[in-house]
């Protein structure tokens, strides 16, 4: 499977386009108004479900547009690639590649995983350390990044979607990783976002760059993903518990960071703080329990308050919106440091 059917509406799309590419005399033509919403890979998967019964992928965009010209060419060609598919002989259906699943035996390789934000990828890999896995953040997003993404997942997805698929693929184009000695991690919200999707998308990347042979291993809250890999051995009430106790943590750091660094008098002194706090959580020397979290927030907020600052009053600015925006630097053009620079106080959402 390398989809994620959680929609109503887009199952009765999957259910017509595998009837209809069962029968002969039936061809079928997709209406898209807009690229957001699941509209985007939703698309992708009916031309692939045709595909393999060897029937073409007839798509109508239906916008604001007073000329009908396109859509009409459109079905011209449908009727004409049927006439000609008609006098054909019958076809073979084609077998759809995924990934290998994950095995016993993977559990020795490492996980690499796309990097949120500074203080929202450690609470979300820590608990995986604590469970015995070896779990590696890729490199930044950059531009490149974007450039891989929209080769390998379709362009009309969420933003956050194509970073993430393109810092995975970059991440293995590198060369830096034996591939015989990885995992691909990704994860789904359980909700009805997009985002609950995007280990779909990186599943198919996975199989459209030649790397079938990676197992991709899917953080879920289901207790039956959609992907295939029953033989990890996971704890998800250990692994929540773990998290949000981590997230509390890190959160915590992040109000102190971000308050602090704008006021600095001697630049420098509060990054050398937060790496202070961060790297014994970050590489597991910290152990992640309440009564740990809490002392360590507490000589945190010591060591902070003890920095020379500016004690002028400053204007704040809260910055919300779509998660995946909200809180990588990359994505939101390093929009915290440009209001840290014109002395503003940010202000991150836990």
């Known amino acids: 499977v390398l989809l994620l059917t959680q929609w109503e509406y887009l199952n009765r799309i999957y259910h017509a386009a595998h009837w209809v590419s069962r029968q002969e005399w039936v061809e079928f033509a997709q209406l898209n108004s807009f690229g ?15 595909a393999q019964h060897g029937k073409n992928h007839t798509l109508l965009r239906i916008d604001e547009i007073d000329s009908l010209g396109s859509a009409r060419l459109r079905m ?3 009727l004409e690639a049927w006439k000609e598919k008609s006098i054909r002989n019958s076809h073979k259906i084609l077998q759809r590649t995924t ?25 979300l890999i820590r608990p995986l350390l604590d469970f015995g896995y070896h779990v590696e953040v890729v490199p930044p997003s950059n531009q490149e990044s974007v450039q891989i993404g929209l080769k390998y997942t379709n362009n009309e997805i969420c933003y956050p979607g194509i970073i993430v698929v393109g810092d995975l693929i970059k991440a ?16 789904e919200t359980g909700g009805q976002c997009r985002a609950t999707s995007i280990s779909c ?24 993903p959609y992907n295939s890999q029953t033989e990890f051995e996971f704890s998800l009430p250990k692994y929540i518990y773990q998290a949000m106790i981590g997230m509390a943590y890190t959160d915590g750091l992040s109000a102190l960071y971000h308050a602090s660094v704008v ?3 001697i630049a420098g002194d509060t990054e050398m703080v937060t790496r202070k706090y961060m790297a014994p959580f970050e590489n597991g020397q910290m152990p992640l329990n309440q009564s740990s ?17 500016y004690t002028d009053k400053l204007p704040r600015v809260g910055i919300v919106g779509e998660v995946y925006v909200k809180y990588n630097t990359f994505v939101n053009h390093q929009l915290s440091q440009w209001l840290i620079d014109q002395k503003i106080e940010v202000v991150l959402p836990g």
């Open 293 to 309: 979290v809490l002392q360590q927030l507490k000589n945190a907020v010591q060591d902070f308050n003890r920095l020379p600052i």
């Open 36 to 50: 957001c919403g699941p509209d985007a890979f939703s698309v992708d998967e009916v031309r692939e479900i045709l």
């Open 201 to 224: 998308l990186v599943k198919k990347a996975l199989v459209n760059a030649g790397y079938e042979n990676i197992p991709l291993l899917v953080l879920s809250p289901r207790s039956k």
């Open 263 to 265: 006021r600095e008098q």
């Open 172 to 187: 293995l184009q590198s060369g830096n990783y034996d591939q015989d000695e990885v995992i691909v991690g990704a994860w």
């Open 99 to 123: 990934t290998r699943p994950y095995q016993k035996s993977d559990r020795r390789k490492t996980i690499i995983s796309p990097e949120f934000s500074r203080f929202c990828t450690p609470p």
């Open 76 to 78: 011209r060609s449908m």
